[in-house]
């Protein structure tokens, strides 16, 4: 009967094993993170709930994201509600200033095997690519 309680035991072990591996193996092969660009010009009002909801939803998709905000000379306190976020989580978020096309095409050169969201927040036909919208 010991026997027998013991192989159960063992089976049971061997199969959460087998899963914490598969998916360990999965996430680290299968799953590069995501990196997006936002590009704001005077976003003040809505650049913490850009920010936010890409970091929320990647969390419940269980999906490692990287957002680049790259702030076009605002004249309102979109580069500092920015800042203000990016110390708490500073992995994930970058802020630059803008210099140019050659600077984000240089950026985004540097990231050109994995996946590169471009997102220019004035233009409301780029907003369906943050995942809230999708």
């Known amino acids: 009967m010991i026997v027998g309680l013991l192989s159960i035991f063992g089976a049971y072990g061997l199969a959460i094993a087998m899963v914490h591996l598969s998916r360990a193996w999965f996430r680290s092969e299968h799953r590069r993170p ?5 590009l704001t010009r005077n976003n ?3 650049i ?3 920010l936010r909801t890409l970091l929320f939803v990647s969390k419940m998709k269980a999906r490692d994201i990287h957002v680049v905000v790259m702030d076009e000379r605002s004249e309102d306190d979109t580069l500092a509600i920015a800042e203000r976020l990016a110390e708490s989580r500073p ?3 970058e802020i630059m200033e803008w ?3 050659a600077q984000l095409d240089e950026w985004i050169a540097r990231y050109e095997s994995e996946e590169v969201v471009l997102v220019r927040l004035s233009n409301t036909k780029e907003l369906q690519h943050i995942p809230l919208y999708q």
């Open 44 to 46: 003040a009002m809505h």
């Open 48 to 50: 913490e709930w850009y």
């Open 91 to 93: 992995n994930q978020l």
């Open 99 to 101: 210099g140019g096309d």
């Open 34 to 38: 995501i990196h997006y660009v936002l």
